[in-house]
Protein backbone atom coordinates (compact mmCIF):
# COMPACT_ATOMS: atom_id res chain seq x y z
CA UNK A 1 0.00 0.00 0.00
CA UNK A 2 0.96 3.62 -0.71
CA UNK A 3 2.00 5.83 1.71
CA UNK A 4 0.83 9.13 -0.21
CA UNK A 5 -1.70 9.76 -2.87
CA UNK A 6 -1.68 12.71 -4.56
CA UNK A 7 -3.46 14.13 -8.22
CA UNK A 8 -1.66 15.97 -10.17
CA UNK A 9 -3.04 19.21 -12.25
CA UNK A 10 -3.18 19.15 -15.49
CA UNK A 11 -0.33 22.11 -15.76
CA UNK A 12 2.22 20.14 -13.73
CA UNK A 13 2.12 16.72 -15.73
CA UNK A 14 2.14 19.19 -19.15
CA UNK A 15 4.76 20.70 -17.52
CA UNK A 16 6.54 17.81 -16.76
CA UNK A 17 6.54 16.10 -20.13
CA UNK A 18 7.37 19.18 -21.88
CA UNK A 19 10.17 20.48 -20.15
CA UNK A 20 13.22 18.30 -19.61
CA UNK A 21 13.89 20.24 -16.41
CA UNK A 22 12.69 21.57 -13.29
CA UNK A 23 10.03 20.45 -10.30
CA UNK A 24 7.56 19.40 -12.55
CA UNK A 25 9.57 16.74 -14.37
CA UNK A 26 11.02 15.88 -11.12
CA UNK A 27 7.63 15.04 -9.58
CA UNK A 28 6.83 12.63 -13.08
CA UNK A 29 9.52 11.07 -12.48
CA UNK A 30 8.72 10.63 -8.93
CA UNK A 31 5.20 9.34 -9.90
CA UNK A 32 6.57 6.86 -12.22
CA UNK A 33 9.19 5.19 -9.61
CA UNK A 34 6.29 5.42 -7.36
CA UNK A 35 7.60 7.42 -4.94
CA UNK A 36 4.13 8.36 -4.15
CA UNK A 37 1.05 7.19 -6.21
CA UNK A 38 -0.46 9.24 -8.67
CA UNK A 39 -4.20 9.32 -8.95
CA UNK A 40 -6.14 10.23 -11.92
CA UNK A 41 -9.65 9.97 -13.78
CA UNK A 42 -11.09 9.32 -16.92
CA UNK A 43 -11.80 13.14 -17.25
CA UNK A 44 -8.39 14.34 -16.01
CA UNK A 45 -6.37 11.93 -18.55
CA UNK A 46 -9.18 13.05 -21.46
CA UNK A 47 -7.81 16.46 -20.40
CA UNK A 48 -4.21 15.87 -20.18
CA UNK A 49 -4.02 14.03 -24.23
CA UNK A 50 -5.99 17.05 -25.15
CA UNK A 51 -3.75 19.35 -24.90
CA UNK A 52 -1.15 17.23 -25.83
CA UNK A 53 -2.57 17.07 -29.33
CA UNK A 54 -2.84 21.09 -29.16
CA UNK A 55 -1.05 22.14 -32.36
CA UNK A 56 1.09 24.66 -30.90
CA UNK A 57 2.13 21.97 -27.69
CA UNK A 58 2.83 19.15 -30.02
CA UNK A 59 4.71 20.91 -32.65
CA UNK A 60 6.74 23.41 -30.39
CA UNK A 61 7.99 20.44 -28.04
CA UNK A 62 8.50 17.95 -30.62
CA UNK A 63 5.94 15.60 -29.34
CA UNK A 64 5.19 12.94 -31.50
CA UNK A 65 2.43 9.64 -30.53
CA UNK A 66 5.09 7.29 -29.40
CA UNK A 67 5.64 10.12 -26.52
CA UNK A 68 1.91 10.59 -26.32
CA UNK A 69 1.18 6.55 -25.91
CA UNK A 70 3.79 6.19 -23.56
CA UNK A 71 2.20 9.14 -21.48
CA UNK A 72 -1.59 7.31 -22.08
CA UNK A 73 0.02 4.17 -20.74
CA UNK A 74 1.27 5.27 -17.63
CA UNK A 75 -1.92 7.66 -17.18
CA UNK A 76 -4.23 4.84 -17.42
CA UNK A 77 -1.80 1.74 -15.96
CA UNK A 78 0.53 3.27 -13.85
CA UNK A 79 -2.02 5.44 -11.97
CA UNK A 80 -5.25 4.95 -9.41
CA UNK A 81 -7.90 5.28 -11.86
CA UNK A 82 -10.92 6.96 -10.44
CA UNK A 83 -14.34 7.26 -12.60
CA UNK A 84 -15.47 10.62 -12.31
CA UNK A 85 -18.32 8.99 -10.04
CA UNK A 86 -17.47 11.55 -7.50
CA UNK A 87 -19.65 15.16 -7.94
CA UNK A 88 -18.91 18.31 -5.98
CA UNK A 89 -18.91 21.86 -7.19
CA UNK A 90 -16.28 23.91 -5.02
CA UNK A 91 -14.39 26.26 -7.41
CA UNK A 92 -16.56 28.53 -8.18
CA UNK A 93 -14.13 30.67 -9.94
CA UNK A 94 -13.17 27.79 -12.37
CA UNK A 95 -15.74 24.75 -12.53
CA UNK A 96 -13.30 22.86 -14.61
CA UNK A 97 -10.90 22.84 -11.41
CA UNK A 98 -13.23 20.53 -9.63
CA UNK A 99 -12.81 17.27 -11.35
CA UNK A 100 -9.48 17.30 -9.44
CA UNK A 101 -11.26 17.13 -6.06
CA UNK A 102 -13.57 15.06 -7.28
CA UNK A 103 -10.84 12.84 -8.36
CA UNK A 104 -9.08 12.99 -5.07
CA UNK A 105 -11.65 12.48 -2.64
CA UNK A 106 -12.61 9.55 -5.19
CA UNK A 107 -9.49 8.25 -4.79
CA UNK A 108 -8.84 8.97 -1.42
CA UNK A 109 -5.31 11.29 -1.88
CA UNK A 110 -3.81 12.78 0.34
CA UNK A 111 -2.87 15.85 -1.92
CA UNK A 112 -3.69 17.76 -4.98
CA UNK A 113 -0.84 19.18 -6.31
CA UNK A 114 -1.11 22.47 -8.78
CA UNK A 115 0.01 25.82 -10.00
CA UNK A 116 -3.42 26.49 -10.49
CA UNK A 117 -4.19 29.91 -8.36
CA UNK A 118 -8.57 28.94 -8.02
CA UNK A 119 -7.34 25.20 -6.67
CA UNK A 120 -4.06 26.24 -4.08
CA UNK A 121 -6.04 28.83 -2.54
CA UNK A 122 -8.47 26.61 -1.38
CA UNK A 123 -5.52 24.92 0.19
CA UNK A 124 -7.69 21.94 1.39
CA UNK A 125 -10.51 20.41 1.01
CA UNK A 126 -11.98 17.20 3.12
CA UNK A 127 -8.86 16.42 4.59
CA UNK A 128 -6.96 16.90 1.35
CA UNK A 129 -3.92 19.42 1.30
CA UNK A 130 -3.59 21.62 -2.26
CA UNK A 131 -0.01 22.30 -2.39
CA UNK A 132 2.08 23.57 -5.16
CA UNK A 133 4.70 21.08 -7.13
CA UNK A 134 7.81 22.64 -4.74
CA UNK A 135 5.87 22.02 -1.35
CA UNK A 136 5.00 18.46 -2.50
CA UNK A 137 8.57 17.47 -3.19
CA UNK A 138 9.53 19.16 0.16
CA UNK A 139 6.93 17.08 1.43
CA UNK A 140 8.33 13.53 -0.34
CA UNK A 141 11.61 14.50 1.29
CA UNK A 142 10.19 14.03 4.53
CA UNK A 143 8.30 10.78 3.80
Do not use: W
Request: with cysteine.
Amino acid sequence: MYRIKAVLDTNIIVSGIVSPKGSPRKLLELAKEETFKAVTSILINREILEVLHRDHIYTKYGLNEAIIDDIASFLYEGTILTEDSYEIIKVKKDPEDDKFINCAVEGEADYIVSGDRHLLDLKHYSGIQIVNVNSFLRILQKA
